[in-house]
């Protein structure tokens, strides 16, 4: 049986992983912000695992990291998977079209709306 886990942990882990190789190469959250151009609230979003940074962005913080290349892979893998819908996405709809018995008329405006 295939376990699926779940984009929301793997950007966590993703975040707690950049936090760890922000402090092992001792770069101040302060550095951090200067050298990769954006603000602490956006660090410390990525870094709590609140949003998945995309691709060139991790490439960004491991260069300023001086993660070695040979470890960058696994990590851009985890940002590719982090970024990925969930597995339940497949099953949620944008609107009731598909079963026009459950729109209940909210969608058209009828009139008798007062204030």
Known sequence: MTVQVSPPFL???LGRQLKALRDQARIS???ACR?????AATLSRIENGKTTPSVHTVRSMLDLYL???DEWDGILDLVRQ???KPWW??????SHTR??????GFTEPDGR???
């Open 82 to 84: 982090a970024k990925a």
């Open 113 to 115: 709306a007062t204030r």
């Open 29 to 31: 959250t302060e550095e």
């Open 35 to 39: 050298g990769l151009e954006f603000s």
């Open 89 to 94: 996405k497949k099953y949620t709809t944008t």
């Open 67 to 69: 993660v070695p290349a």
């Open 99 to 104: 079963f026009p018995s459950m729109n209940m």
């Open 11 to 13: 950007r966590r882990r």
